[in-house]
């Protein structure tokens, strides 16, 4: 039973996604790994470095006009 676990954001599926997260623990900055272009990002927030990790995030839809090279 699925009931239990509150759904705040519409019927968006999600998945786990490759993010960068802040290593500045009074930080909560974070972006998905996605939108990073190098290999060593800052955070934008605070400036200090980031690590890789995963989240759950609502899946997006691939607007990125970078994504579509064929
Ligand atoms: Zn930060």
Same mark, same amino acid.
């Given at each position: 039973?699925?009931?239990s676990r509150k759904r705040l954001?519409?019927?968006?599926p999600e998945e786990m996604? #490759?993010?960068w997260s802040c290593t500045n623990e009074k930080c909560n900055?974070?972006?998905r790994d996605n939108f990073v272009f190098l290999a060593q990002p800052k955070c934008a927030q605070c400036n200090s470095? #980031?690590?890789k990790g995963e989240k759950m995030l609502p899946v997006l839809a691939n607007t990125s006009p970078n994504q579509t090279k064929n």
């Amino acid at each position: 039973m699925y009931y239990s676990r509150k759904r705040l954001t519409s019927d968006l599926p999600e998945e786990m996604t #490759m993010i960068w997260s802040c290593t500045n623990e009074k930080c909560n900055g974070w972006m998905r790994d996605n939108f990073v272009f190098l290999a060593q990002p800052k955070c934008a927030q605070c400036n200090s470095f #980031m690590e890789k990790g995963e989240k759950m995030l609502p899946v997006l839809a691939n607007t990125s006009p970078n994504q579509t090279k064929n």
